[in-house]
């Protein structure tokens, strides 16, 4: 009776979420679909990343972030998309873009302020951040971006990290552009 119940329990989660999904008119957005802006430019790409975020509030004292290595992710000159493979597929649905300030488009910037990073909607959470810049978190080297005030309190982040094994060749790519 207890496999029944949970049975129940998961079926109403699933309902609920496509409730909601419909009267926010929230879809899902896949990596291998995106399309750069006018004038945008791919940078660099990375399939073995991984992405964390600190909260501002209700962080634990000490924060781990282990390399599993399962986000892709596609730096342009005006944005960061952060990406996890669909579980039993190919594909790779979008779970956050990160703006830089003054680079990223008025809806991005938008979106940011809203609730959740504008994900109810369009689907993922939009960050705006200030310039990157290079540094260590538990004795590895990362990418820290520090979201703007506007939308770190939107988010509850206090900082988002990047960790990849190819972080010499962003460095050098971020560098030169």
Do not use: K
């Not at 009267?23 to 802006?37: P, V």
């Not at 669909?86 to 956050?96: N, P």
């Not at 703007?148 to 982040?157: F, I, K, P, R, T």
């Amino acid at each position: 009776m207890v496999i029944v119940y949970f049975l129940a329990a998961l079926a109403g989660i699933v309902l609920f979420a496509l409730i909601v999904n419909r009267l926010t008119g929230t879809r899902a957005s896949y990596l291998e679909a995106l399309e750069l802006g006018p004038g945008e430019r791919e940078l660099w790409r990375d399939s073995g990343a991984d992405f964390g975020l600190r909260p501002r509030t209700g962080s634990a004292v000490a924060l781990s972030f282990p390399r599993l290595r399962r986000h892709s992710v596609l730096w342009t000159d005006r944005r960061l998309v952060i990406a996890n493979r669909v579980l039993g597929s190919q594909r790779h649905m979008i779970t956050h873009q990160v703006v830089f300030d003054g680079m990223g488009d008025a809806s991005a910037q938008a979106a940011s302020r809203e609730l959740a990073g504008g994900f109810f909607g369009r689907g993922f959470s939009t960050l705006v951040a200030r310039a990157p810049r290079f540094q260590r978190v538990n004795d590895r080297d990362c990418v820290c971006l520090v979201p703007s005030e506007d939308s770190g309190a939107a988010l509850n982040v206090l900082e988002a990290y990047l960790f990849t094994d190819r972080l010499t060749e962003l460095r050098a790519v971020l560098e030169a552009h």
